[in-house]
Protein backbone atom coordinates (compact mmCIF):
# COMPACT_ATOMS: atom_id res chain seq x y z
CA UNK A 1 0.00 0.00 0.00
CA UNK A 2 1.55 3.38 -1.34
CA UNK A 3 1.67 6.74 1.26
CA UNK A 4 2.01 9.82 0.02
CA UNK A 5 5.41 11.44 0.29
CA UNK A 6 6.07 13.90 3.12
CA UNK A 7 7.55 17.52 2.05
CA UNK A 8 10.27 18.90 3.81
CA UNK A 9 8.50 20.97 6.18
CA UNK A 10 6.11 18.24 6.63
CA UNK A 11 9.63 16.34 8.34
CA UNK A 12 10.27 19.14 10.84
CA UNK A 13 6.73 18.87 12.11
CA UNK A 14 6.90 15.91 12.77
CA UNK A 15 10.20 15.91 14.17
CA UNK A 16 9.05 18.35 16.38
CA UNK A 17 6.40 16.53 17.41
CA UNK A 18 8.93 13.83 18.76
CA UNK A 19 10.61 16.45 20.28
CA UNK A 20 8.19 17.66 22.39
CA UNK A 21 6.74 13.98 23.35
CA UNK A 22 10.98 13.61 24.33
CA UNK A 23 10.16 16.68 26.62
CA UNK A 24 7.03 14.76 28.04
CA UNK A 25 4.65 17.28 26.46
CA UNK A 26 1.51 15.80 24.90
CA UNK A 27 1.02 17.55 21.88
CA UNK A 28 -2.90 16.31 21.66
CA UNK A 29 -3.91 16.59 25.49
CA UNK A 30 -7.63 15.22 26.29
CA UNK A 31 -8.18 17.48 29.13
CA UNK A 32 -10.42 20.26 28.86
CA UNK A 33 -8.80 23.54 28.12
CA UNK A 34 -11.18 26.38 30.35
CA UNK A 35 -11.36 29.01 27.84
CA UNK A 36 -12.92 32.00 29.64
CA UNK A 37 -12.83 34.90 26.41
CA UNK A 38 -12.51 35.47 22.31
CA UNK A 39 -10.02 37.85 20.47
CA UNK A 40 -13.09 40.06 19.28
CA UNK A 41 -14.68 40.63 22.76
CA UNK A 42 -11.19 40.65 24.55
CA UNK A 43 -10.14 44.14 22.49
CA UNK A 44 -13.89 45.32 22.80
CA UNK A 45 -13.56 44.96 26.26
CA UNK A 46 -10.43 47.28 26.26
CA UNK A 47 -11.36 49.51 24.15
CA UNK A 48 -14.79 50.22 26.32
CA UNK A 49 -12.55 50.63 29.67
CA UNK A 50 -10.75 53.24 28.09
CA UNK A 51 -13.55 55.00 26.73
CA UNK A 52 -15.37 54.48 29.99
CA UNK A 53 -11.57 55.78 31.71
CA UNK A 54 -11.13 53.00 33.10
CA UNK A 55 -7.95 51.98 31.79
CA UNK A 56 -5.93 52.26 35.22
CA UNK A 57 -7.80 49.26 36.97
CA UNK A 58 -6.65 45.97 37.42
CA UNK A 59 -5.60 44.48 33.96
CA UNK A 60 -8.48 41.71 32.61
CA UNK A 61 -7.09 38.21 33.09
CA UNK A 62 -7.90 35.91 30.26
CA UNK A 63 -7.47 32.92 29.34
CA UNK A 64 -7.68 32.04 25.35
CA UNK A 65 -7.10 29.87 22.81
CA UNK A 66 -6.32 29.81 18.96
CA UNK A 67 -4.12 28.39 15.91
CA UNK A 68 -0.71 30.44 15.62
CA UNK A 69 -0.71 32.44 12.72
CA UNK A 70 2.64 34.21 12.57
CA UNK A 71 5.63 34.35 15.24
CA UNK A 72 8.30 37.27 15.73
CA UNK A 73 11.67 36.61 17.90
CA UNK A 74 12.75 39.86 19.34
CA UNK A 75 15.39 38.84 21.26
CA UNK A 76 14.36 38.19 24.86
CA UNK A 77 10.48 38.76 23.51
CA UNK A 78 8.14 36.97 21.12
CA UNK A 79 5.04 38.28 19.27
CA UNK A 80 2.53 35.60 18.33
CA UNK A 81 -0.88 36.20 16.29
CA UNK A 82 -3.16 33.82 17.58
CA UNK A 83 -6.52 33.07 15.72
CA UNK A 84 -9.41 31.47 17.48
CA UNK A 85 -13.35 31.69 16.26
CA UNK A 86 -13.89 34.66 16.23
CA UNK A 87 -11.16 36.57 15.16
CA UNK A 88 -7.20 37.56 15.54
CA UNK A 89 -5.36 38.88 18.73
CA UNK A 90 -1.54 39.53 19.36
CA UNK A 91 0.19 37.35 22.10
CA UNK A 92 3.19 39.00 23.79
CA UNK A 93 5.58 35.98 25.08
CA UNK A 94 8.58 36.96 27.17
CA UNK A 95 11.50 34.73 28.34
CA UNK A 96 11.18 36.17 31.80
CA UNK A 97 8.16 34.69 32.26
CA UNK A 98 8.68 31.49 30.21
CA UNK A 99 11.78 31.08 31.74
CA UNK A 100 13.83 28.00 31.48
CA UNK A 101 14.91 27.86 35.37
CA UNK A 102 10.83 27.14 36.55
CA UNK A 103 9.78 26.07 33.18
CA UNK A 104 12.72 24.51 30.90
CA UNK A 105 10.22 21.90 28.49
CA UNK A 106 7.79 25.15 27.29
CA UNK A 107 10.77 27.54 27.45
CA UNK A 108 12.33 24.85 24.68
CA UNK A 109 8.90 24.61 22.60
CA UNK A 110 8.52 28.32 22.33
CA UNK A 111 12.39 29.77 22.15
CA UNK A 112 13.85 26.70 20.30
CA UNK A 113 10.66 26.92 17.75
CA UNK A 114 9.19 23.57 18.09
CA UNK A 115 5.87 25.46 17.52
CA UNK A 116 4.90 25.22 14.25
CA UNK A 117 2.16 27.96 12.28
CA UNK A 118 -0.59 26.65 12.68
CA UNK A 119 -0.41 24.75 15.70
CA UNK A 120 -3.11 25.27 18.51
CA UNK A 121 -2.14 26.79 22.17
CA UNK A 122 -3.73 28.05 24.79
CA UNK A 123 -2.52 31.09 26.67
CA UNK A 124 -3.11 32.33 29.97
CA UNK A 125 -2.27 35.67 30.92
CA UNK A 126 -3.66 39.53 31.01
CA UNK A 127 -5.03 42.07 28.49
CA UNK A 128 -2.91 45.11 28.18
CA UNK A 129 -1.78 47.82 25.24
CA UNK A 130 1.77 47.74 23.34
CA UNK A 131 3.92 50.50 23.17
CA UNK A 132 3.35 50.70 19.73
CA UNK A 133 -0.45 51.20 20.72
CA UNK A 134 -1.77 47.45 19.90
CA UNK A 135 -4.00 45.64 22.24
CA UNK A 136 -2.58 42.27 23.52
CA UNK A 137 -2.55 39.57 26.01
CA UNK A 138 0.62 39.21 27.65
CA UNK A 139 1.48 35.34 28.01
CA UNK A 140 2.36 33.98 31.29
CA UNK A 141 1.39 30.46 30.76
CA UNK A 142 1.11 28.12 27.47
CA UNK A 143 -0.13 24.72 26.63
CA UNK A 144 0.19 22.99 23.29
CA UNK A 145 -3.44 21.89 22.32
CA UNK A 146 -2.85 20.52 19.00
CA UNK A 147 0.18 19.75 16.74
CA UNK A 148 -0.31 20.81 13.19
CA UNK A 149 1.64 18.61 10.81
CA UNK A 150 1.12 20.27 7.28
CA UNK A 151 2.22 23.83 7.04
CA UNK A 152 -1.01 26.08 6.24
CA UNK A 153 -1.05 28.26 2.83
CA UNK A 154 -0.39 31.58 4.72
CA UNK A 155 0.04 34.73 2.63
CA UNK A 156 3.48 36.49 2.66
CA UNK A 157 3.93 39.79 1.99
CA UNK A 158 7.26 41.50 -0.06
CA UNK A 159 7.14 45.06 -1.38
CA UNK A 160 3.35 44.96 -1.49
CA UNK A 161 3.54 41.56 -3.40
CA UNK A 162 1.11 38.65 -2.09
CA UNK A 163 3.28 35.26 -1.88
CA UNK A 164 1.53 31.96 -1.88
CA UNK A 165 -1.86 33.07 -1.08
CA UNK A 166 -4.28 29.92 -1.82
CA UNK A 167 -6.49 31.33 -4.05
CA UNK A 168 -6.87 28.28 -6.57
CA UNK A 169 -10.56 27.85 -6.90
CA UNK A 170 -10.45 24.01 -7.29
CA UNK A 171 -7.69 23.56 -4.18
CA UNK A 172 -10.04 26.22 -1.75
CA UNK A 173 -13.51 23.45 -2.88
CA UNK A 174 -11.71 20.13 -2.06
CA UNK A 175 -9.58 21.75 0.88
CA UNK A 176 -12.54 24.16 2.48
CA UNK A 177 -11.09 23.33 5.54
CA UNK A 178 -7.93 25.25 4.75
CA UNK A 179 -9.26 27.64 2.71
CA UNK A 180 -11.63 28.73 6.49
CA UNK A 181 -8.18 29.10 7.98
CA UNK A 182 -6.40 31.44 5.78
CA UNK A 183 -8.82 33.48 3.46
CA UNK A 184 -10.77 36.19 5.05
CA UNK A 185 -14.36 36.73 4.63
CA UNK A 186 -14.72 32.64 3.70
CA UNK A 187 -16.72 32.09 7.09
CA UNK A 188 -18.35 35.33 7.02
CA UNK A 189 -20.03 34.35 3.37
CA UNK A 190 -21.00 30.64 5.95
CA UNK A 191 -22.30 32.78 8.89
CA UNK A 192 -24.61 34.65 6.75
CA UNK A 193 -26.06 31.31 5.33
CA UNK A 194 -26.79 30.47 9.01
CA UNK A 195 -28.96 33.47 9.35
CA UNK A 196 -30.32 33.37 6.33
CA UNK A 197 -31.49 29.85 7.23
CA UNK A 198 -32.01 30.61 11.18
CA UNK A 199 -34.31 33.79 10.02
CA UNK A 200 -36.53 31.92 7.27
CA UNK A 201 -36.90 29.18 10.27
CA UNK A 202 -38.33 31.83 12.78
CA UNK A 203 -40.48 33.86 10.32
CA UNK A 204 -42.04 30.37 9.17
CA UNK A 205 -42.51 29.26 12.67
CA UNK A 206 -43.70 32.43 14.03
CA UNK A 207 -46.36 32.17 11.04
CA UNK A 208 -47.61 29.10 13.23
CA UNK A 209 -46.11 26.72 10.31
CA UNK A 210 -44.82 23.13 11.38
CA UNK A 211 -41.28 22.11 10.23
CA UNK A 212 -41.34 18.70 8.96
CA UNK A 213 -39.16 15.66 7.27
CA UNK A 214 -39.95 13.85 4.45
CA UNK A 215 -38.34 10.67 2.45
CA UNK A 216 -34.57 11.33 1.01
CA UNK A 217 -34.73 8.07 -0.64
CA UNK A 218 -38.33 7.26 -2.79
CA UNK A 219 -39.79 5.08 -4.65
CA UNK A 220 -40.86 7.45 -7.21
CA UNK A 221 -39.10 11.04 -8.03
CA UNK A 222 -42.14 13.39 -8.13
CA UNK A 223 -42.35 16.90 -7.45
CA UNK A 224 -40.55 18.20 -10.28
CA UNK A 225 -39.20 17.75 -13.83
CA UNK A 226 -35.58 17.02 -13.58
CA UNK A 227 -33.15 13.55 -14.15
CA UNK A 228 -33.32 12.02 -10.62
CA UNK A 229 -29.90 10.00 -9.15
CA UNK A 230 -31.09 6.18 -8.76
CA UNK A 231 -30.45 4.01 -6.27
CA UNK A 232 -30.13 0.12 -5.32
CA UNK A 233 -32.03 -1.07 -1.83
CA UNK A 234 -30.89 -4.49 -0.97
CA UNK A 235 -32.71 -5.42 1.82
CA UNK A 236 -36.14 -4.72 -0.36
CA UNK A 237 -34.45 -5.42 -3.62
CA UNK A 238 -36.34 -2.48 -5.22
CA UNK A 239 -34.43 0.98 -7.22
CA UNK A 240 -34.87 4.02 -5.48
CA UNK A 241 -34.42 7.65 -6.55
CA UNK A 242 -32.69 10.37 -4.14
CA UNK A 243 -35.27 12.99 -4.10
CA UNK A 244 -35.97 15.86 -6.44
CA UNK A 245 -38.29 17.85 -4.52
CA UNK A 246 -40.38 17.46 -1.55
CA UNK A 247 -43.35 18.21 -2.60
CA UNK A 248 -45.87 15.19 -2.81
CA UNK A 249 -44.85 14.64 0.35
CA UNK A 250 -45.46 17.79 1.88
CA UNK A 251 -48.84 17.86 0.11
CA UNK A 252 -50.09 14.10 1.87
CA UNK A 253 -49.54 16.42 5.10
CA UNK A 254 -51.95 18.96 4.04
CA UNK A 255 -54.20 16.43 3.15
CA UNK A 256 -53.78 14.72 6.30
CA UNK A 257 -54.94 18.02 7.91
CA UNK A 258 -51.48 20.36 8.73
CA UNK A 259 -52.65 24.14 8.50
CA UNK A 260 -48.85 24.47 6.70
CA UNK A 261 -45.84 22.57 6.73
CA UNK A 262 -42.74 23.26 5.50
CA UNK A 263 -39.00 21.06 4.85
CA UNK A 264 -35.48 22.52 4.80
CA UNK A 265 -33.44 20.19 3.10
CA UNK A 266 -31.21 18.29 0.03
CA UNK A 267 -32.99 17.87 -3.24
CA UNK A 268 -30.52 15.80 -5.74
CA UNK A 269 -30.23 16.42 -9.68
CA UNK A 270 -28.28 14.52 -11.81
CA UNK A 271 -27.99 17.11 -14.09
CA UNK A 272 -25.22 19.60 -15.42
CA UNK A 273 -22.79 21.07 -12.96
CA UNK A 274 -21.64 25.03 -13.31
CA UNK A 275 -21.37 28.45 -11.36
CA UNK A 276 -25.15 28.05 -10.76
CA UNK A 277 -26.10 24.48 -10.13
CA UNK A 278 -24.88 21.47 -8.15
CA UNK A 279 -26.05 17.91 -8.25
CA UNK A 280 -27.10 18.14 -4.18
CA UNK A 281 -28.88 21.75 -3.22
CA UNK A 282 -30.52 23.02 -0.39
CA UNK A 283 -34.64 24.26 -1.12
CA UNK A 284 -37.00 25.38 1.02
CA UNK A 285 -40.56 23.81 0.34
CA UNK A 286 -43.52 25.55 1.98
CA UNK A 287 -47.63 24.53 1.70
CA UNK A 288 -50.11 26.16 3.31
CA UNK A 289 -53.93 25.55 3.43
CA UNK A 290 -56.79 27.99 2.22
CA UNK A 291 -54.18 30.38 0.55
CA UNK A 292 -53.59 31.12 -3.53
CA UNK A 293 -50.28 31.96 -5.21
CA UNK A 294 -51.35 35.57 -4.89
CA UNK A 295 -51.13 35.52 -1.51
CA UNK A 296 -48.07 33.46 -1.35
CA UNK A 297 -46.63 36.38 -3.89
CA UNK A 298 -47.05 38.71 -1.10
CA UNK A 299 -45.75 36.37 1.86
CA UNK A 300 -42.70 35.37 -0.13
CA UNK A 301 -42.02 39.40 -0.64
CA UNK A 302 -42.54 39.86 2.78
CA UNK A 303 -40.17 36.94 3.82
CA UNK A 304 -37.10 37.95 1.59
CA UNK A 305 -37.12 41.66 2.32
CA UNK A 306 -36.89 39.90 6.87
CA UNK A 307 -34.21 37.40 5.47
CA UNK A 308 -31.78 40.43 3.65
CA UNK A 309 -32.39 43.18 6.64
CA UNK A 310 -31.15 40.15 8.79
CA UNK A 311 -28.67 39.17 6.77
CA UNK A 312 -27.36 42.97 5.70
CA UNK A 313 -28.86 45.26 7.94
CA UNK A 314 -30.38 46.21 5.30
CA UNK A 315 -33.05 44.92 2.42
CA UNK A 316 -30.29 45.41 -0.39
CA UNK A 317 -27.54 43.27 -1.51
CA UNK A 318 -24.99 44.07 -4.10
CA UNK A 319 -23.78 41.26 -6.63
CA UNK A 320 -21.69 41.41 -9.65
CA UNK A 321 -21.86 45.02 -9.95
CA UNK A 322 -26.16 45.05 -9.32
CA UNK A 323 -27.91 46.43 -6.37
CA UNK A 324 -30.34 43.85 -5.53
CA UNK A 325 -33.53 45.57 -3.60
CA UNK A 326 -35.63 42.93 -1.75
CA UNK A 327 -38.01 45.64 -0.33
CA UNK A 328 -41.47 44.94 -1.02
CA UNK A 329 -43.53 45.12 -3.26
CA UNK A 330 -42.10 43.44 -6.70
CA UNK A 331 -43.18 43.60 -10.32
CA UNK A 332 -45.68 40.90 -11.05
CA UNK A 333 -45.37 39.78 -15.08
CA UNK A 334 -47.33 36.97 -17.11
CA UNK A 335 -45.02 34.66 -18.71
CA UNK A 336 -46.49 35.12 -22.23
CA UNK A 337 -46.20 38.96 -21.74
CA UNK A 338 -43.08 38.67 -20.71
CA UNK A 339 -41.84 36.98 -24.09
CA UNK A 340 -43.78 39.10 -26.19
CA UNK A 341 -42.14 42.38 -24.62
CA UNK A 342 -38.69 40.41 -25.23
CA UNK A 343 -39.17 38.77 -28.56
CA UNK A 344 -42.23 40.38 -30.22
CA UNK A 345 -44.32 37.09 -30.49
CA UNK A 346 -47.45 36.74 -28.99
CA UNK A 347 -47.61 32.92 -28.06
CA UNK A 348 -51.47 33.24 -26.70
CA UNK A 349 -53.49 30.30 -28.51
CA UNK A 350 -50.80 29.08 -30.29
CA UNK A 351 -50.04 25.82 -30.57
CA UNK A 352 -46.97 23.42 -30.49
CA UNK A 353 -46.50 23.81 -34.62
CA UNK A 354 -46.62 27.31 -34.39
CA UNK A 355 -44.74 27.65 -31.31
CA UNK A 356 -42.07 25.05 -32.92
CA UNK A 357 -42.19 27.21 -36.19
CA UNK A 358 -41.16 30.99 -34.07
CA UNK A 359 -38.40 29.52 -31.95
CA UNK A 360 -37.02 28.28 -36.10
CA UNK A 361 -37.33 32.10 -36.79
CA UNK A 362 -35.79 32.85 -33.59
CA UNK A 363 -32.74 30.24 -34.59
CA UNK A 364 -33.00 28.38 -31.31
CA UNK A 365 -31.82 24.80 -31.27
CA UNK A 366 -35.17 22.78 -30.72
CA UNK A 367 -35.83 19.12 -30.95
CA UNK A 368 -38.73 16.99 -31.30
CA UNK A 369 -38.83 15.11 -27.99
CA UNK A 370 -39.79 19.06 -26.74
CA UNK A 371 -43.22 19.16 -26.28
CA UNK A 372 -45.11 22.72 -25.86
CA UNK A 373 -44.53 23.76 -22.53
CA UNK A 374 -40.72 22.69 -23.11
CA UNK A 375 -40.85 24.84 -26.02
CA UNK A 376 -41.83 28.07 -24.20
CA UNK A 377 -40.16 27.38 -21.36
CA UNK A 378 -36.40 27.68 -24.00
CA UNK A 379 -37.68 30.44 -25.45
CA UNK A 380 -38.26 32.05 -22.00
CA UNK A 381 -35.16 31.21 -20.56
CA UNK A 382 -33.31 32.34 -23.69
CA UNK A 383 -34.67 35.68 -24.21
CA UNK A 384 -36.22 37.03 -21.16
CA UNK A 385 -34.83 35.22 -17.90
CA UNK A 386 -31.57 36.62 -17.72
CA UNK A 387 -32.89 40.44 -18.49
CA UNK A 388 -34.59 40.22 -15.24
CA UNK A 389 -31.91 41.88 -12.64
CA UNK A 390 -34.73 43.22 -9.73
CA UNK A 391 -36.89 40.98 -7.94
CA UNK A 392 -39.94 39.88 -10.47
CA UNK A 393 -42.53 37.55 -10.21
CA UNK A 394 -43.08 35.85 -13.66
CA UNK A 395 -46.74 34.51 -13.32
CA UNK A 396 -48.81 32.65 -15.32
CA UNK A 397 -47.83 29.93 -17.00
CA UNK A 398 -49.17 27.79 -20.00
CA UNK A 399 -50.69 24.67 -18.09
CA UNK A 400 -48.24 22.32 -20.08
CA UNK A 401 -45.32 23.84 -18.50
CA UNK A 402 -47.34 23.54 -14.93
CA UNK A 403 -48.08 20.26 -14.03
CA UNK A 404 -48.83 20.70 -10.66
CA UNK A 405 -50.84 23.21 -10.58
CA UNK A 406 -54.48 24.90 -10.71
CA UNK A 407 -56.11 26.20 -13.83
CA UNK A 408 -55.82 30.23 -13.86
CA UNK A 409 -59.39 31.34 -12.69
CA UNK A 410 -59.80 33.35 -15.41
CA UNK A 411 -57.42 32.42 -17.84
CA UNK A 412 -57.93 29.27 -20.42
CA UNK A 413 -55.16 27.14 -20.93
CA UNK A 414 -52.87 28.96 -18.30
CA UNK A 415 -52.11 28.34 -14.67
CA UNK A 416 -51.87 30.25 -11.55
CA UNK A 417 -48.31 29.70 -11.13
CA UNK A 418 -45.18 32.43 -11.03
CA UNK A 419 -41.24 31.80 -10.51
CA UNK A 420 -39.56 34.87 -9.06
CA UNK A 421 -36.54 35.45 -11.04
CA UNK A 422 -33.61 37.74 -9.29
CA UNK A 423 -30.13 39.14 -10.88
CA UNK A 424 -31.07 37.03 -14.33
CA UNK A 425 -32.23 33.53 -12.58
CA UNK A 426 -35.08 32.01 -10.91
CA UNK A 427 -35.12 32.00 -7.26
CA UNK A 428 -38.25 30.76 -6.16
CA UNK A 429 -41.43 28.19 -7.78
CA UNK A 430 -44.86 28.67 -6.39
CA UNK A 431 -48.53 27.39 -7.25
CA UNK A 432 -52.13 27.54 -6.24
CA UNK A 433 -51.62 23.71 -6.00
CA UNK A 434 -53.72 21.45 -8.28
CA UNK A 435 -56.43 19.84 -5.63
CA UNK A 436 -57.98 17.73 -8.21
CA UNK A 437 -57.69 14.27 -8.28
CA UNK A 438 -59.28 14.07 -11.83
CA UNK A 439 -57.34 16.59 -13.14
CA UNK A 440 -53.96 15.55 -11.58
CA UNK A 441 -54.14 12.36 -13.24
CA UNK A 442 -54.78 13.78 -17.18
CA UNK A 443 -51.72 15.83 -16.25
CA UNK A 444 -49.44 13.14 -15.36
CA UNK A 445 -51.04 11.03 -18.14
CA UNK A 446 -49.68 14.06 -20.60
CA UNK A 447 -46.48 13.69 -18.57
CA UNK A 448 -46.65 9.96 -19.44
CA UNK A 449 -46.49 10.91 -23.28
CA UNK A 450 -43.92 13.63 -23.19
CA UNK A 451 -41.44 10.33 -21.59
CA UNK A 452 -42.65 8.53 -24.54
CA UNK A 453 -41.60 11.11 -26.66
CA UNK A 454 -38.07 10.80 -25.08
CA UNK A 455 -38.16 13.93 -22.62
CA UNK A 456 -36.59 12.29 -19.81
CA UNK A 457 -37.56 15.01 -17.06
CA UNK A 458 -41.18 14.10 -17.49
CA UNK A 459 -42.86 13.26 -14.41
CA UNK A 460 -43.40 9.77 -13.58
CA UNK A 461 -47.37 8.96 -12.22
CA UNK A 462 -47.31 8.64 -8.50
CA UNK A 463 -50.27 6.73 -7.95
CA UNK A 464 -50.30 7.12 -4.02
CA UNK A 465 -50.56 10.94 -4.34
CA UNK A 466 -53.58 10.38 -6.74
CA UNK A 467 -54.64 8.82 -3.84
CA UNK A 468 -54.21 11.27 -1.09
CA UNK A 469 -56.08 13.66 -3.38
CA UNK A 470 -59.44 11.35 -3.92
CA UNK A 471 -59.17 11.74 0.38
CA UNK A 472 -59.39 15.76 -0.54
CA UNK A 473 -56.74 18.62 -0.35
CA UNK A 474 -58.13 21.95 0.97
CA UNK A 475 -57.20 25.02 -1.50
CA UNK A 476 -53.19 25.36 -1.27
CA UNK A 477 -50.60 27.60 -1.83
CA UNK A 478 -47.10 26.06 -1.64
CA UNK A 479 -43.71 27.05 -3.01
CA UNK A 480 -40.25 26.32 -3.39
CA UNK A 481 -37.05 29.12 -2.97
CA UNK A 482 -33.37 28.05 -3.66
CA UNK A 483 -31.27 28.55 -0.58
CA UNK A 484 -27.94 28.35 -2.17
CA UNK A 485 -29.31 30.49 -5.37
CA UNK A 486 -30.75 33.05 -2.37
CA UNK A 487 -27.20 32.56 -0.69
CA UNK A 488 -25.43 33.57 -3.30
CA UNK A 489 -27.30 36.93 -4.09
CA UNK A 490 -27.32 38.33 -0.14
CA UNK A 491 -23.30 37.53 -0.13
CA UNK A 492 -22.62 39.19 -3.48
CA UNK A 493 -21.33 35.46 -4.27
CA UNK A 494 -21.58 34.69 -8.14
CA UNK A 495 -20.15 30.79 -8.40
CA UNK A 496 -22.69 28.96 -6.29
CA UNK A 497 -19.39 26.53 -4.71
CA UNK A 498 -18.92 29.47 -2.77
CA UNK A 499 -22.01 29.14 -0.87
CA UNK A 500 -21.60 25.20 -0.11
CA UNK A 501 -18.92 24.01 2.45
CA UNK A 502 -18.39 21.01 0.38
CA UNK A 503 -19.15 21.56 -3.41
CA UNK A 504 -19.33 18.57 -5.37
CA UNK A 505 -15.93 17.79 -7.99
CA UNK A 506 -14.97 15.42 -9.81
CA UNK A 507 -12.53 12.71 -8.32
CA UNK A 508 -9.33 13.77 -8.03
CA UNK A 509 -6.20 11.34 -8.70
CA UNK A 510 -3.36 11.10 -6.47
CA UNK A 511 0.30 10.22 -6.85
CA UNK A 512 1.54 7.99 -3.98
CA UNK A 513 4.86 6.77 -3.69
CA UNK A 514 5.08 3.24 -2.09
CA UNK A 515 7.37 2.32 0.50
CA UNK A 516 8.77 -0.42 -0.27
CA UNK A 517 8.99 -1.15 -4.41
CA UNK A 518 9.56 2.51 -4.80
CA UNK A 519 6.51 2.61 -7.85
CA UNK A 520 4.32 5.57 -8.44
CA UNK A 521 0.58 4.85 -7.74
CA UNK A 522 -1.80 6.53 -9.17
Same mark, same amino acid.
Given at each position: MGATELSEQEIVRRQNLQAMRDLGIDPYPAAEYPTNAFSTEIVKDFEDNEANGNENQEPRKVCIAGRMMSRRIMGKASFIELKDSKGR?? !??????????????? &??? !??? $???????????IKGFVFRTQTGQI? /??????? *??? $??? +????? /?????? *????????PELRY =??????????? %????TFLKRSKAISTLRKVLDEAGYTEVETPVLQSIAGGASARPFITHHNSLDIDLYMRIATELYLKRLIVGG??? !???? %? +??FRNEGM?????????? &?????QYKDYNWMMSFTEKLLETICTAVNGKPEAEIGGNVISFKAPYRR??????? +?? $???????? +?????? =?????????????? &? %?? %? $??????????CEGTYIQPTFITDYPVEMSPLTKMHRDKAGLTERFELMVNGKELANAYSELNDPIDQEERFKEQMRLADKGDDEAMIIDQDFLRALQYGMPPTSGIGIGIDRLVMLLTGQTQIQEVLFFPQMKPKKVTVVDNEENNEDK
Open positions: IQ !VYITRDDICPEENKD &MYN !VVF $KKLLDLGDFIGS /VHAQEIT *VLA $KSL +KPLPI /VKYKDG *VAYDAFED =RQRYVDLVVNE %GVKDFEG !VYEI %G +KNDKNHNPEFTC &MELYVLPILDAI +KE $KTGYDLNG +KNEDEI =RAICKELHMEIDET &M %GK %G $KLIDEIFGEF
